[in-house]
């Protein structure tokens, strides 16, 4: 099973900005990829999802549309996630996932067992 370790959290202002980096133990060219923050003492959530083609579709929760871009560089096994525009509410720790479904990466990430460490990002009013 492929391994991944997120970075690139930290502390900013709001307005300020964020790229996130996820970086995959194997090749990730034929899996479906996606970002998920978690907020103290709530479920993990969605985020953004980027389908297994380089310029691939990608979808975002609500609360993220138009300040969030998720990309990918396969060759690099590598997953980005540009946040602009951060706000307080933004402030979580970051974990990104990857699955074979691009259905079960917006659906079914709450069934997954292996997740990274996570990146911690603060935003600060």
């Known amino acids: 099973q492929v391994q991944l370790v997120e970075s690139g959290g930290g502390s900013v202002q709001t307005g300020g900005s964020l790229t996130l980096s996820c970086v995959a133990s194997?090749?990730?060219?034929?899996?479906?990829a996606g970002w998920f923050r978690q907020f103290p003492g709530k479920e993990r959530e969605f985020v953004a999802s980027i389908s297994r083609y380089i310029g691939g579709s990608t979808y975002y929760a609500d609360s993220v549309k138009g300040r969030f871009t998720v990309s990918r560089f396969n060759s690099k096994n590598t997953v980005y996630l540009q946040m602009n525009n951060l706000k307080p509410e933004d402030t979580a720790v970051y974990y990104c996932n990857t699955d074979p479904k691009l259905h079960n990466i917006i659906e079914e990430f709450r069934n997954h067992h292996s997740w990274g460490l996570g990146t911690q990002v603060t935003v600060s009013s």
């Open positions: 194997g090749a990730i060219d034929t899996y479906a």
